[in-house]
């Protein structure tokens, strides 16, 4: 409504600042290079609102040629990611739901649109997981212990794998380990 107003309120002051222009004629002069120039007061100040106009496109024209660049790669920088939030996205469902390749596969995308290392692991040694790939997701869970922030749960994943394996003494040392280090955390 405010909006409304004051579009309505700038209307009205341009039609008053025309009539005013127009019922009063008067002349303008202008010396420019050792040219002079006279011509009604309402033509000059017609061609001084046009300039005026032009000059605020050119500047507009500029700024949107100067920011392009910018805006371009903030948008390519937005769209990867979308893209990478969706890969992972499906290939977080595609693990839930058991198919191992899809779920591999949607995770090594993710990966490379993503730059988050510990998600890309932790989803990377699930899809293996889920793909019956053991010695795959084995090596995805070693390399998320180099990350603090992973370290307890590649200690999980690692105890999964091995109590799958049967390896009974593997799975005590890496529960221990996990249970020492979540009171640390």
């Keep these: 409504m405010i909006r409304l107003i004051l579009v309505i309120l700038a209307i009205v002051v341009a039609c008053t600042l025309t009539g005013i222009v127009v019922l ?3 002349t303008a002069e202008f010396e420019f290079f050792g040219l002079a120039v006279r011509t009604s007061f309402a033509l000059a100040f017609v061609v001084f609102l046009l300039g005026s106009f032009l000059m605020l496109v050119i500047w507009w024209a500029i700024y949107i040629a100067w920011t392009a660049p910018e805006k371009f790669r903030r948008f390519s920088l937005r769209r990867r990611r979308e893209r990478g ?17 899809t779920a591999v596969r949607q995770a090594a995308r993710a990966d490379a649109l ?39 749960v590649a200690r999980r994943g690692l105890a999964q794998i091995a109590h799958e394996r049967g390896e009974h003494a593997m799975t005590v ?13």
């Design 24 to 26: 009063n004629p008067g």
């Design 85 to 101: 939030f969706d890969a992972l996205e499906r290939a977080l469902i595609a693990s839930a739901a058991g198919e191992g390749e």
């Design 114 to 152: 993503l730059d988050r290392p510990a998600l890309s692991r932790l989803l990377a040694a699930r899809a293996a997981e889920a793909a019956g790939n053991l010695p795959g997701a084995e090596a995805h869970y070693e390399a998320m212990l180099e990350d603090p922030k992973t370290r307890l």
């Design 173 to 185: 040392e890496h529960a221990r380990i996990a249970f020492a280090e979540s009171k640390s955390v």
